[in-house]
């Protein structure tokens, strides 16, 4: 793995869990040069098993690591040809060489002769420069593979009779497809494979290759695998998965009996009696005008079977669909996305026997409803036996939302009276587990003020995956439960422009400097770029420019990024319901930041602001990262957002100055200090500047004294 993308996984996990680079030098065996190294993304091959460990001691999916990758690649047959490098697509030229491609994946493992290379590409009549060809496309498919990536030597090997794709499961779809077989006739796993299609193989390229023999025994494997899945799956409320797989193949095979066979019986099973006898018609139809043959003894015994009704009922089950619509012109969030992609992997895969939980944290604004909803409409075909959906209004202007409600919501929705809810939390908890037991379900936790509000509500099985979004870093659900943390900061430059450009189209195009100007002024969050473009497009006749200016200034913009009545749509009232929650101490130490001139401190510095310890005031620095009020940095450091800060300044108001001033008065004690450690004299008259905050000492330098030596 190579690349900056990783390293920055890897240094936000350790700084998630509160560790220093040393902490994870030590815990993985491994110097503290090296994890520099790793996190400043310089990963040459002799590092790869530190590697290895680091991704091991951190608790890092080896999956989200493997998209990181700057070399990762991933070819695709199963479908129209497809090749991904690094996550970008790329150019594979002209058809012959793609063909070229498509046969050695189909092949993948084994030498493809030259002979049959020409066959395919030529048929009896090659020209005289085959064999200069064939060498310019293999190395021009080397170049767009990356010349084999991780690995460090070619993807396509060069062998005395020909070539050979060296790929394998993790880059290389078809042989991901195979090696899930190999696994047995698991459903999860047939699944799985299954879903390594997505579409007739090499759909894009022509026939002759289409239908050479290796592309067939593909497919063949595929109405295999198919047919072994209706099979395996039991359950009356999955028969609609099965139809759906099925009838995609169908589509494709339209005389393939076993798979008619096993789409009526799973037709049958979900209710749809009438459908499967239909199906049977159209079938007997097709075979006797196209073959001029009669159905077969396992089509007519399947037939038989669906007029005696001698097939499981479908349960009569309710199936809840609550979430709520899709958020509009959504942008950007490639990354978290595939993290939550490769948690609903494991999932589907049956690869871990515990609940999935990935949880969603950050500051107002940051969008972390829109990336749950967004994720779970795009996946909701996975989850067949429906969404569950509650803001839990942990951040919010009316009453947080009590667990017990929750809890009797979402039994009604499964379709428990109410007079059968218990009245005691913790069996309404009991029951929820048990009836969602078997069911493969989505669950979006929406704006959890706490872990201990979430946990009632979780359904303590591995068939459903819960997603939960919250302002608060829920870090006891990570070590209790296992939650996976998808921390969401603001957008990049390059997500914020598509976004403004989205929702404002060529009014951003036409002014680029200007927008950037105020997806800046707007931090890149998403809910304020979206209230300056609903401000955009409310004065259609003032350009860009102007409103930029407009924007200057801090105080009125945060009065300007206001939609009216919708406390939902103003950034100061969506602050407002992280600030109100802090504690006392807390909310006076926000305030007080919001005086500084700068928009990052250090410990030393809030302990000053509040003449306190410094113990004390790491655990309110705390308090404010962990409510999303302040980001904390690989060193140490607090930092604002530039809205929080004006949001803190505004709510200082008429706040005493003295705080600053004995600041100002640290600083200079502190820069003596810096100041005589560097000339080498280790001693210092502090005279009486330490008089005003005596709880805080100053630093000793003591660092720089050890690296100096």
């Avoid at 491609?101 to 002979?115: F, I, K, M, P």
């Avoid at 001693?683 to 005596?694: C, K």
Wanted: a neutral charge; charged letters at 25%; proline letters at 5%.
């Amino acid at each position: 793995m190579r690349g900056t993308a990783f390293g920055t996984v890897v240094r936000r996990r350790r700084v998630e869990l509160g560790l220093t680079q040393r902490d994870l030098a030590e815990l993985a065996d491994l110097s503290v040069r090296t994890i520099g190294k790793i996190e400043q993304g310089r990963l040459p091959d002799t590092l790869s098993k530190s590697i290895d460990r680091v991704i091991s001691t951190l608790g890092i999916d080896p999956e989200i690591a493997c998209c990181c990758s700057d070399s990762a690649i991933r070819v695709s047959v199963l479908g129209p040809l497809a090749v991904q490098l690094g996550g970008v697509v790329q150019e594979l030229g002209a058809q012959k060489q793609r063909c070229l491609l498509g046969l050695l994946a189909l092949r993948y493992g084994t030498t493809v002769s030259r002979d049959e290379i020409v066959e395919l590409l030529w048929g009896t009549t090659p020209p005289p420069t085959w064999q200069n060809l064939i060498h310019t496309y293999v190395t021009r498919l080397r170049k767009a593979l990356g010349n084999g990536g991780s690995h460090g030597h070619n993807a396509i090997v060069t062998a005395p009779s020909g070539y050979r794709l060296t790929l394998g499961a993790q880059e290389l779809d078809i042989a991901e497809f195979d090696a899930l077989l190999q696994q047995g006739e698991n459903p999860e796993k047939l699944a799985a494979a299954l879903d390594q299609w997505r579409g007739p193989v090499l759909a894009d390229l022509p026939d002759r290759l289409r239908w050479h023999p290796a592309a067939v025994s593909a497919q063949e494997r595929r109405i295999s695998a198919a047919m072994a899945y209706a099979d395996a799956v039991v359950e009356p409320s999955r028969q609609d998965d099965v139809i759906r797989r099925l009838q995609a193949l169908i589509v494709e095979a339209p005389m393939h009996e076993g798979l008619l066979a096993r789409v009526m019986l799973a037709l049958a099973a979900a209710g749809r009696q009438a459908d499967a006898i239909s199906l049977y018609a159209g079938a007997r139809q097709l075979l006797g005008n196209e073959l001029g043959v009669d159905p077969s003894a396992e089509l007519r015994s399947a037939h038989e079977r669906v007029l005696r009704q001698d097939v499981p009922a479908k349960a009569s089950r309710f199936v809840p669909a609550q979430l709520p619509t899709d958020v509009v012109c959504f942008s950007g969030r490639r990354h978290q996305l595939a993290a939550l992609d490769s948690l609903l992997a494991e999932v589907r895969g049956g690869n871990s026997a515990a609940m999935v939980i990935a949880a969603i944290a950050g500051s107002a604004g940051v969008g972390k409803t829109a990336l749950a909803l967004h994720w779970g409409h795009k996946n909701k075909h996975h989850f067949p036996d429906g969404q569950l959906y509650v803001n839990l209004r942990g951040y919010d202007p009316d009453e947080p939302v009590d667990p017990a409600d929750a809890l009797a919501a979402f039994l009604r929705a499964l379709g428990v009276e109410t007079h059968s809810i218990p009245r005691d939390v913790n069996e309404r908890s009991a029951l929820f587990r048990t009836v969602v037991a078997d069911r493969r379900m989505l669950m979006i936790l929406d704006n959890a003020q706490a872990a201990s509000v979430v946990r009632p509500l979780l359904p303590g099985t591995s068939e459903a995956f819960v997603v939960i979004t919250s302002r608060d870093s829920l870090r006891g659900l990570a070590v209790r439960e296992g939650a996976r943390l998808i921390d969401l900061g603001v957008l990049s430059l390059a997500e914020s422009r598509a976004l403004m450009t989205t929702l404002i189209g060529d009014r951003v195009t036409s002014a680029p400097e200007a927008s950037d100007a105020l997806v800046e002024q707007c931090g890149h969050l998403p809910l304020a770029i979206r209230l300056v473009a609903d401000l955009a497009a409310r004065k259609p006749d003032v350009d860009l420019v102007e409103l930029a200016e407009e924007l200057a200034d801090e105080q009125h913009r945060l009065r300007l990024l206001d939609a009216g009545d919708d406390p939902y749509a103003s950034i100061g009232a969506v602050f407002s319901w992280s600030y109100n929650k802090l504690s006392s101490e807390g909310a006076r130490l926000f305030r007080l930041l919001g005086l500084l001139p700068g928009n990052t401190l250090d410990v030393y510095a809030a302990a000053v602001l509040l003449n306190t310890s410094r113990e004390k005031a790491d655990a309110l620095l705390d308090e404010l990262a962990d409510a999303h009020l302040l980001d904390r940095d690989v060193n140490g450091r607090f930092r604002f957002h530039d809205l929080l800060r004006a949001y803190a300044r505004q709510k200082a108001g008429q706040e005493i100055q003295e705080p600053s001033q004995n600041l100002i008065d640290f600083y200079r004690a502190a820069r003596s200090r810096a100041a005589s450690v560097l000339a080498g004299n280790g001693r210092v008259s502090r005279a009486n500047l330490l008089g005003a905050f005596p709880a805080v000492p100053i630093p000793t330098f003591a660092h720089f004294v050890r690296d100096a030596r």
